[in-house]
């Protein structure tokens, strides 16, 4: 069967700004190229069908499934036919940016379709995701389909200055996390400490700008001041309760194996800890390079 339209996302990791940046604070977002998702559409006369593929079909279906519905809801599936084919080696649901990465193959799918124009390709993707997190900060949009890391912030982005290459690494603390649930958790902390939760955004804020400085730093000050401020937005983890049993042992893992500095990647509460090493981290450890 021949391909009529074919088009790729990658995952993401977020190396400071997670929950801030839904109040207008900047964050730091990368892509990973190691994880990705593809789409590919069978132009058919029959009514349109989905196939899903790979170690998590059944999780990947129900998911795409669940943005199809939308579509149909309001009306821009209507003439859609053919075939549908969703696969690749990106995890669903622990924080690498599953659904960001299906809301943009659709939302390009779309444009491709003539439904949705290129230049709205983003804010549609970004309208999808509010579907599976309830609110979405386009975060996780612009990291699935850039080339590098970027700065973002209040739904624009651009490229981070990188002198230089940390080695930092992903690994899984064994534990899923479920964004909607860790944005309700800070989103009480507001409502229960509104001075409390300022000054930690104020934090993960400065994190943010520390890290970005570091990385445009190639002196010898560049890796002690990237230290910091990974350390510093883990902190910020911790202070909204977002740090579960599970995450806090997996931390101190790689503390203990020789890791400079650790952090939660994404919304907390299980999923992914990003590790920062001054060289190349035990073997056993097996870890994902994010670079």
């Known amino acids: 069967m021949s391909c009529d339209f074919q088009t790729t996302a990658c995952g993401k990791w977020i190396l400071a700004g997670e929950h801030a940046v839904l109040r207008g604070h900047p964050a730091l977002v990368f892509p990973l190229p190691a994880k990705t998702l593809s789409l590919t559409w069978h132009r058919t006369e029959a009514p349109l069908t989905l196939e899903t593929h790979g170690a998590q079909a059944d999780i990947l279906r129900e998911a795409a499934l669940a943005v199809l519905e939308v579509l149909r809801a309001e009306g821009v599936l209507n003439e859609a036919a053919g075939t549908l084919c969703l696969e690749g080696n990106l995890p669903v649901g622990v924080g690498l940016g599953a ?23 983003p804010a549609f993707a970004k309208r999808l995701e509010d579907h599976f997190h309830g609110k979405s900060s386009g975060l996780d949009i612009a990291g699935v389909a850039a080339p590098g890391g970027r700065w973002f912030c209040a739904g624009e982005s651009h490229a981070l200055s990188e002198t230089w290459s940390p080695a930092w690494y992903l690994s899984s603390c064994g534990e899923q996390g479920a964004t909607a649930a860790c944005i309700e958790t800070v989103r009480q902390l507001w409502q ?15 994190s943010v700008t520390l890290a970005a400085d570091a990385l445009a730093d190639s002196g010898p000050e560049a890796l002690p001041r990237l230290v910091k401020a990974i350390e510093q937005a883990a902190g910020c983890f911790s202070d909204w309760g977002l740090v579960t049993d599970a995450l806090k042992t997996h931390m101190e893992l790689l503390r203990a194996q020789g890791a400079l500095a650790v952090k939660p990647t994404g919304s907390g509460k299980g999923g992914y800890v990003l590790s920062l090493w001054g060289c190349a981290p035990p073997a056993d450890l097996a870890l994902m390079a994010a670079f």
Request: aromatic share 6%; proline share 3%; charged share 15%.
């Open 99 to 121: 659904s960001a990465a299906i809301s943009v193959v659709f939302a390009r799918w779309l444009a491709h379709l003539g439904v949705v124009s290129t230049s709205a390709i």
């Open 192 to 206: 229960r400490a509104p001075d409390v939760a300022q000054v930690i955004d104020a934090r993960m804020h400065e």
